[in-house]
């Protein structure tokens, strides 16, 4: 008899336009072989006919739960002002949904609970005689100590408060789980606690055969992806167009730049000119890599694996990135991949690879090589079968 897996989810898995629902969706497609998987996944958003339909072929049920703007609001606005607990928690969580949920739970008796993301922890925490296993997925804490530093003076207290009670939950969040798993070494790093090599490093990984160097038709010299609507992405977005590209088009004025990704704002349409064009979803991204010579992403916050580079790298594009980036990534810089740290390095690369093919060529190659070599989703995936096979129940702390 199969085991039978839960995930819970703080988004549902489909489509594919944020990491955390690429890694989930890549999880469940895979242990969907060895074992029988059910989906519980929350959604601030209706989800589609289409997007459950891109799932059923890989759980034996789905539970879709619908969060609604003001129990959102409601919800947020007690954990911050009557709890300990951050924000986000918060935002995730519904007494009815959670009543759902313990409901749900009580009649399929998984095998196994796996919870992606602090956000969901609150359903399950104290859930006993069933293994769980907490995704952390990120070093939320770090990441939002870095929007503190970015943020409008006004807010920063906000967002400070966010980033001490993270780092707090983090912490103790791991005691009533039987089992820890991360993005990467660099993040684990991160997590706050006195003893954490009992934090299983789970990398993110690439379908290489998917993002694969297709037939160029080359239309930008420059490519920026992601969630439009995501503030790392926004910022790092706007700092690409309003630092670095001036430095280039005093030197190469005709010098293009294309931004895609999902639902851009109000602050990144207007970035729109003759020279960057602003793109919003579309069905298929690599359409957008083979259109592009060379990808930058001058990335200021956030944390994790950054999948764009992942999926970057795989198309054979030669790519440009942050230290912070990279840290999570660990290329190797000037030979698979170029690093800047201000805008005159961004702006001295990206012309070394304007001018100079060989050099574009060899950074591609070494690149590719280098996310083929040690993020495929096979590796990732094997590394999750064998935490979910050797969990030993515990008491709930």
């Not at 519904?94 to 009580?106: A, L």
């Not at 966010?162 to 990467?184: M, Q, T």
């Not at 706050?192 to 990398?203: A, G, H, M, Q, Y």
Request: hydrophobic share 35%; aromatic share 10%; proline share 4%.
């Amino acid at each position: 008899m199969k085991k039978k897996v839960l995930f819970v989810l703080s988004r549902f898995p489909y489509p594919l336009t944020k990491g955390d629902k690429v890694r989930a969706y890549h999880q469940i497609r895979k242990l969907s072989e060895s074992c029988d998987v059910y989906l519980v996944a929350l959604s601030d958003v209706h989800v589609s006919k289409k997007s459950i339909a891109a799932l059923d072929p890989y759980c034996k049920e789905i539970h879709a739960f619908r969060l609604y703007y003001w129990t959102i609001i409601f919800s947020v606005c007690k954990f911050f002002l009557f709890t300990d607990k951050p924000a986000q928690v918060g935002y995730f969580f519904n007494k009815r949904i959670f009543e759902k949920i313990c409901h749900t739970i009580s009649v399929i008796q998984p095998d196994h609970i796996f919870c992606q993301l602090i956000r969901t922890s609150e359903y399950v925490r104290k859930i006993s005689g069933i293994p769980k296993t907490l995704d952390y997925m990120d070093a939320l804490s770090a990441g939002m100590e870095r929007r503190e530093k970015y943020a409008p003076k006004l807010t920063r207290f906000l967002f400070k408060t966010e980033a001490s009670r993270l780092r707090k939950y983090e912490h103790n969040i791991c005691k009533s789980f039987d089992s820890c798993c991360i993005i990467s070494e660099f993040d684990r790093e991160l997590i706050f606690r006195s003893e954490n090599k009992d934090i299983t490093v789970l990398p993110n990984g690439i379908d290489a055969d998917y993002f694969h160097d297709l037939h160029r038709k080359i239309k930008y010299d420059l490519l920026f992806t992601g969630n439009m609507s995501y503030p790392p992405n926004v910022q790092s977005a706007r700092y690409l167009v309003e630092n670095i590209m001036p430095l280039i088009w005093e030197k190469r004025p005709d010098t293009s730049l294309l931004i895609s990704g999902d639902n851009p704002e109000k602050s990144i349409l207007k970035c729109k000119s003759d020279k960057v064009n602003i793109e919003g979803w579309i069905d298929d991204i690599r359409e957008s890599y083979s259109s592009s010579l060379i990808f930058i992403a001058p990335m200021l916050m956030g944390s994790g694996i950054q999948n764009k580079l992942l999926e970057a790298m795989a198309m054979n594009l030669p790519c440009i990135t942050s230290k912070l980036a990279n840290r999570a990534l660990n290329a190797e810089e000037g030979s698979e991949i170029l690093v800047g740290n201000n805008d005159k390095e961004y702006a001295e690369h990206i012309y070394t690879l304007l001018e100079n093919e060989q050099i574009r060529i060899q950074i591609a190659k070494k690149g590719r090589k280098f996310v083929t070599d040690h993020f495929e989703w096979s590796t990732s995936n094997q590394i999750l079968l064998n935490i979910l096979n050797n969990s030993n129940v515990e008491s709930p702390s």
